[in-house]
């Protein structure tokens, strides 16, 4: 008996399921998804990243960051992501629309950031992070991006964007540490970070 069409509509099947599972129905379920007006604040969620956020997210990519810090907020019943605070509701497709690559991450050696814009605000809190994150969390395993600024010497006045640093790690008296680019940059793609708008597929709360 010839078993080469059977063996040959085995595979093709197998082939045809496995298509049909990863890309048809994800392609039929989220493949119209666009963004959602919130009528609240008459804007459209979520927002492409523009100038500063965007050259930002480059600096992320770059750096590593994916490696230590994921960008989802899993839901109540998976996790205490949300009882952390580290965002009010579950993280759904939609928020990730205009994210290439998506940086969801693989592990958590420090907080997920999915919401960071949102849950700290300032920015001399994230440069002084960034710059050292023993500064802000103590026992922080975070190594120190201090290579992102530059020492500079002081001119007429102090620059109001320079570093406050004190003790050991103040500059040496007549100069001042200032952020580069790069890091502003980063801290703009940082701050981009907020999901805080409930959606049809993602309640807040959920």
Same mark, same amino acid.
């Given at each position: ?14 082939? +045809? ?10 392609? @039929? ?16 969620? *979520?927002? +492409? ?32 992501? @949300? ?51 023993? @500064? ?6 975070? *190594? ?9 010497? @002081? ?32 801290? +703009? ?8 708008? +409930?959606?049809?597929?993602? *309640?807040?709360?959920?």
């Amino acid at each position: 008996m010839n078993y080469g069409p059977i063996v040959f509509i085995g595979i093709f099947l197998t082939l +045809a399921s496995s298509w049909v599972g990863l890309i048809l129905i994800p392609q @039929i379920q989220y493949g119209g998804l666009g963004v959602q007006k919130i009528e609240e604040t008459g804007r459209d969620y *979520p927002a +492409a990243n523009f100038g500063s956020a965007a050259l930002g997210r480059e600096v992320y990519r770059a750096n590593g960051c994916i490696y230590c810090h994921s960008q989802q907020v899993r839901a109540e019943d998976f996790g205490a992501d @949300i009882a952390r605070g580290w965002g009010k509701r579950r993280s759904v497709s939609r928020d990730y629309l205009y994210d290439k690559p998506v940086f969801l991450g693989t592990m958590r050696t420090g907080p997920d950031l999915a919401n960071i814009g949102l849950r700290q605000p300032s920015v001399e809190w994230h440069l002084s992070h960034l710059y050292n994150p023993q @500064i802000t969390s103590k026992g922080s395993i975070m *190594p120190t991006y201090a290579f992102l600024f530059e020492k500079r010497k @002081i001119g007429k006045a102090s620059s109001p964007d320079a570093l406050k640093l004190t003790g050991k790690l103040a500059p040496p008296s007549g100069y001042e540490i200032m952020p580069t680019e790069e890091a502003k940059n980063l801290i +703009a793609y940082l701050l981009s970070l907020r999901v805080d708008v +409930a959606l049809p597929e993602g *309640p807040l709360g959920k």
